[in-house]
């Protein structure tokens, strides 16, 4: 059974930074891509960043330059970690993979307010 766990949300301030984990388990990670996604209250989910199983990367506009998503095969574990944080960035962030079947995180809420 694919799980997907993501920690590290929370209250941040504007102009601040975060970092997100997701820790996958049932698959074999190393193998997969895996994914970030957001969605704000009232709009659509969207991708945040992808990472390949070979390290490719790749961002959605609006927080590419600001973003970097990471992988550690020996922890099962992907991270995001953002920069430059707006209220823009409230949203709760999903862990995602894909194997035929999509698999999502429970999601962790981020809040930007001061």
């Known amino acids: 059974q694919v799980q997907l766990v993501e920690s590290g949300g929370g209250l941040v301030q504007p102009g601040g930074s975060l970092r997100l984990s997701c820790e996958a388990s049932?698959?074999?990670?190393?193998?997969?891509?895996l994914a970030w996604y957001r969605q704000a209250p009232g709009k659509r989910r969207e991708l945040v960043a992808r990472i390949s199983a070979d390290g490719r990367t790749d961002y959605g506009d609006s927080v590419w330059g600001r973003t970097t998503i990471t992988r550690d095969n020996a922890k099962d574990t992907i991270y995001l970690e953002m920069n430059n944080l707006s209220s823009d960035d409230t949203a709760v962030y999903y862990c995602y993979t894909s194997d035929r079947i999509s698999h999502w995180g429970q999601g962790t809420q981020v809040t930007v307010s001061s």
């Open positions: 049932g698959i074999t990670f190393s193998i997969y891509t």
